[in-house]
């Protein structure tokens, strides 16, 4: 019998990985592909499910919404995913449950899905009731506890997938619905809105100094006020970026200067 499996995860490209991965598991027939927890709980409640993949931290409605949403009793086995490995060491120390680290490598996949397919063949589910609420008590202790950002995309370059760390990004730009990352001279194209992208990095190490613009704050050479009006900043590379006047600010401030 094949498992009837749902993904979700608001990156696509992270969705796409995923979905291609399952692809080569003749026991996985994947149903619904879902972008945010909203749509999640739309397809639970109308459709039953045999597995379910899930991000723990999207825009709007989280992983944690969705079990509300839906209640620990009706949840399909779950694998949780997460891009931060140490935030899902500390929220999973029960080991009442599966978890996935963005990028998600196939042999880690499979050893997954072997789990999985044991406990339901055995007539277990992957987590009972009790077991998916210390998970989740450890994993909103955790997101209560430490601000998490992110620490690696992935990225489309020609027919392959790239793994960009943020600590490489010199800046960014916003393109429409997409972002473009400036890696070493490189551009890299990540559908993802800037705003999105403020929301995930850093402030610590990253800086919004435009509403189409994000720098790597070490990567900042120079600040440049002329007049009232014009600002700008240099990087080390001698890219020229203009700024707003609240992104003056924003960079003066976190730079520790006045």
Same mark, same amino acid.
């Given at each position: ?8 995860? %608001? ?12 692809? *080569?598991?003749? %026991?996985? /027939?994947?149903?619904?592909?879902? #972008? ?18 899930? %991000?723990?931290?999207?825009?709007? $409605? ?22 931060? +490995? &140490?935030?899902?060491? #500390? ?14 490598? *196939?042999?880690?996949?499979? /050893? !997954?899905?072997?789990?999985?397919? /044991? ?26 506890? &430490? #601000?998490? +950002?992110? &620490? ?29 990352? *400036?890696?070493?001279?490189? #551009?890299?194209?990540?559908? /993802? ?16 100094? +435009?509403?189409?613009?994000? $720098? ?9 006020? %002329? ?29 520790? !200067?006045?």
């Amino acid at each position: 019998m094949k498992l009837k499996t749902i993904v979700t995860d %608001d990156e696509p490209l992270a969705r796409e990985r995923l979905k291609l991965l399952l692809s *080569h598991d003749e %026991d996985v /027939e994947l149903v619904a592909e879902c #972008k945010n927890g909203k749509e999640t709980i739309a397809h639970l409640k109308s459709t039953p499910a045999d597995l379910l993949f899930l %991000d723990i931290q999207m825009p709007g $409605v989280s992983g944690f919404d969705v079990i509300d949403a839906i209640g620990l009793c009706h949840m399909p086995p779950t694998v949780f995913v997460t891009a931060h +490995h &140490e935030f899902a060491v #500390k929220a999973f120390a029960v080991q009442a449950v599966d978890y996935l680290t963005k990028p998600i490598e *196939h042999l880690r996949l499979q /050893e !997954t899905l072997v789990r999985v397919k /044991e406990r339901i063949a055995g007539s277990a589910a992957l987590l009972t009731q009790e077991q998916l609420s210390q998970a989740l008590a450890a994993l909103r202790g955790s997101a209560r506890n &430490e #601000k998490l +950002h992110q &620490e690696r995309f992935i990225v489309r370059d020609g027919t392959r997938d790239v793994l960009i760390n943020v600590c490489d990004i010199d800046w960014i730009e916003a393109a429409d619905y997409y972002s473009c990352l *400036h890696v070493a001279g490189r #551009k890299y194209m990540l559908r /993802e809105s800037i705003k999105l992208l403020s929301d995930k990095l850093d402030p610590a190490r990253f800086i919004r100094i +435009h509403r189409s613009v994000i $720098v790597r704050i070490e990567q900042v050479r120079e600040i440049h006020r %002329d007049g009232l009006a014009e600002y700008f900043v240099v990087l080390t590379s001698g890219q020229r970026l203009r700024m707003s006047k609240v992104g003056w600010k924003n960079l003066i401030i976190a730079n520790g !200067t006045q």
